[in-house]
């Protein structure tokens, strides 16, 4: 079992994100996750992500605040424990409308070639 404490957890900047901070709870190092890698994003209001895709499937929670999803003009609103899963090269966007911050989960697997 690989513990790792929130305050160890490092920062990382995702691309093409705006007004948010991601934390990776999970994975990219040695004992860790061989699948996929597990991040706490937080997005300040008017922050978010895309519109891109990526060419794996990638899962969000929402565990505080609220975020809109949108995929293909079609707008999604997550709140409080809800959570949708992406799939690969899917376009989608994802905003904060709310004046909350939103911390949402995100699980997404290793890029391909990855080594754990």
Same mark, same amino acid.
């Given at each position: ?64 605040? &609220?975020?809109?999803? #949108?995929? =293909?003009?079609?707008?999604? $609103?997550?709140?409080? /424990?809800?959570?949708?899963?992406? %799939? !690969?090269? &899917?376009?989608?966007? #994802?905003? =904060?409308?709310?004046?909350? $911050?939103?911390?949402? /989960?995100?699980?997404?697997?290793? %890029? !391909?070639?990855?080594?754990?």
């Amino acid at each position: 079992m690989l513990v790792k404490r929130y305050q160890d957890a490092k920062p990382y900047d995702a691309v093409n994100h705006r007004g948010n901070y991601g934390v990776r709870l999970q994975g990219f190092e040695p004992g860790g996750p061989t699948n996929q890698w597990v991040g706490l994003s937080h997005f300040l209001p008017g922050g978010g992500a895309g519109p891109d895709s990526t060419p794996f499937e990638k899962v969000y929670v929402v565990l505080e605040g &609220e975020m809109t999803v #949108i995929i =293909n003009g079609e707008e999604t $609103v997550l709140k409080k /424990l809800d959570s949708c899963t992406i %799939p !690969p090269n &899917e376009v989608r966007e #994802i905003v =904060n409308r709310s004046n909350d $911050v939103c911390s949402m /989960l995100v699980v997404i697997p290793y %890029p !391909p070639g990855h080594k754990p």
